[in-house]
Every structure is written in C-alpha cells, then in structure tokens.
C-alpha cells in the first residue's frame, strides 16, 4: 500500500476532542464529521487539506476518548494516512478497523508542508521534499489486509466466517 501527500503537521498529546470536537459526534452523516476534523486545533486545515494530504504528529496521537469519529473524520476527509512517533492504542486501533492507514516512526523530522510518500507495507516513509528516509514500524500482514479492504468491516464480510489470523 503506496501513499503519497503533503504533511500537515502537529505537536504531542492531540486528543479525540482536537480531532472531532464533542459537539459533532452526534451526527451520522460522516460529511459533517469531516467538514469539522481539526477545526479547533487548525481552523485552517480543511481549506488548505487536499484528498490524500498526510497528517503528522509528534507523540501519543489520538488520546483521550475512544471515539471511533476521530479516525472516521480524518479518513472521510480525505487524509490517505497519519504518521505519529506514536499513538495511543485505542486510536490506532479504531484507525485500522475503520480502514484509516497510520505508521508509527519513533525520530521523525517531518515539517509542514513536506511532500512524504509512505509504503505502509514495508513500513517506510519517505520525506521527498528533505530527500530523508524513514522506518517505520511494520505492521502485521492481517492489519494491511484489514486496510486494503477498506476496514474490519469490510474485511470480515469479504473473508467469511473464517479468518486465519
């Protein structure tokens, strides 16, 4: 899985509530999710973010709730996929089962506006515009096939009931 996008870059500790604020998780119409993502910590984001744009962070993205809306309202928006030195589990999680593709890469020098492609399956992420490379951490092939079929979801429909894991 071959992604590729200009960074939007963020600090440490961005929780649910920055990514889709309390006020718009009752909805569910993902478009009013999406039309919201980042709005109080970026009130820019959604004019600048083009379909497939990468957002970076620097460590434990997506604290705070569980909120499956965070990772919804960052995939419906079009982001192909978020970089984190690390993230809190319960968002990476949410991010897999609902098909939004995330890397961890520990030392990263990413900055705004940087052109970055990533190879999710390998786990490496190039910063084309700083011509530096990166690993990341490579993940399980179930959670890239979990991926590639747009989500949980959508795997375990596709798959049957058997899933060799």
Request: glycine share 8%; with cysteine; hydrophobic share 40%.
């Amino acid at each position: 899985m071959n992604l590729k996008g200009t960074a939007h870059v963020y600090g440490d500790n961005i929780d649910t509530d920055r990514i889709i604020p309390g006020k718009y998780t009752k909805t569910l119409n993902l478009q009013d999710l999406a039309d919201h993502v980042l709005e109080d910590l970026d009130p820019e984001f959604r004019s600048r973010m083009k379909e497939g744009d990468i957002v970076v962070a620097e460590h434990n993205f997506g604290c705070g709730s569980s909120r499956e809306q965070a990772p919804l309202a960052l995939k419906t928006a079009g982001v192909s996929v978020v970089i984190a030195k690390s993230f809190a589990r319960i968002f990476f999680r949410n991010a897999i089962n609902v098909g939004l593709p995330v890397i961890e890469i520990p030392d990263h020098d990413i900055k705004q506006d940087d052109e970055v492609s990533v190879d999710l399956t390998a786990g490496d992420v190039d910063n084309l515009t700083q011509n530096k490379a990166y690993k990341g951490t490579q993940m399980p092939d179930v959670m890239i096939n979990i991926l590639n079929d747009g989500g949980l979801t959508k795997f375990l429909k596709k798959h049957g009931d058997y899933v060799s894991l």
